[in-house]
Nanobody
Framework: QVQLVESGGGLAQPGGSLRLSCVVS????????MGWFRQAPGKQREIVAV????????SYASSVKGRFTISRVNAKNTVYLQMTSLKPEDTAVYYC????????????????WGQGTQVTVSS
């Protein structure tokens, strides 16, 4: 059974930083592209960043480009989201996701979701 467990959320001040982690079990982690999504209250879930199997290819939503960094350590079955220069509009539940197919690249179909971790940016 595949499980994705996020951690690292919490309260941050505007301009602050947080690092989210997602540990994956039950799958061949290094075969799958991974992504981070977020959902703010009253809004649809949106993609934040994705990373291919090796970490050599990443992509970001325009709203976070230059502020967030996605990375992975395959030996630890873990994907990270480093968030800097946080803004109140970054407040959301952040979800880790594994691509549906073990192709190594992100094709936009999610096979598994984590349970989510709350990030709140407020002074």
């Amino acid at each position: 059974q595949v499980q994705l467990v996020e951690s690292g959320g919490g309260l941050a001040q505007p301009g602050g930083s947080l690092r989210l982690s997602c540990v994956v079990s039950g799958s061949t982690f290094s075969s799958y592209a991974m992504g981070w999504f977020r959902q703010a209250p009253g809004k649809q879930r949106e993609i934040v960043a994705v990373i291919n199997w090796s970490g050599g290819s990443t992509s970001y939503a325009s709203s976070v480009k230059g502020r967030f960094t996605i990375s992975r350590v395959n030996a630890k079955n873990t994907v990270y989201l480093q968030m800097t220069s946080l803004k109140p509009e970054d407040t959301a539940v952040y979800y880790c996701a594994q691509d549906k197919t073990p192709s190594g690249s992100w094709y936009g179909s999610v096979g598994y979701w984590g349970q989510g971790t709350q990030v709140t940016v407020s002074s």
